[in-house]
């Protein structure tokens, strides 16, 4: 069965860093776009950072640009989030995704992870 396991949330003061792991497992890790998504209460899920399968190219939300870095190991099947000078409007339960759309077909795999939480307080 595929499995994402995030790991790293927790509390933290505004100013602060954290760095989010997934941990991917029983898919071929290196052929997914990896991307992480944030919730608050409330709001609808929101893409925060995404990185393609060789970790060739990045993309951020702007809310989220200088602060924070998406980074993947294809040789340990994790993907990282580094998250700096925290805000307590990062407060969320953040989720992993992988995707891979298979190239000349329709067929598309999406899987995700069942989130960790972030709260950004003093």
């Known amino acids: 069965q595929v499995q994402l396991v995030e790991s790293g949330g927790g509390l933290v003061q505004p100013g602060g860093s954290l760095r989010l792991s997934c941990a991917a497992s029983?898919?071929?890790?290196?052929?997914?776009?990896m991307k992480w998504y944030r919730q608050a209460p409330g709001k609808e899920r929101e893409l925060v950072a995404g990185?393609?399968?060789?970790?060739?190219?990045?993309n951020y939300a702007d809310s989220v640009k200088g602060r924070f870095t998406i980074s993947r190991d294809n040789t340990k099947n994790t993907v990282y989030l580094q998250m700096n000078s925290l805000k307590p409007e990062d407060t969320a339960v953040y989720y992993c995704?992988?995707?891979?759309?298979?190239?000349?077909?329709?067929?598309?795999?999406?899987?995700w992870g069942q989130g960790t939480q972030v709260t950004v307080s003093s």
């Open positions: 995704n992988a995707r891979w759309e298979i190239p000349g077909t329709f067929t598309t795999y999406d899987y």
């Open positions: 029983r898919f071929p890790f290196s052929r997914y776009a």
């Open positions: 990185i393609t399968s060789n970790g060739g190219s990045t």
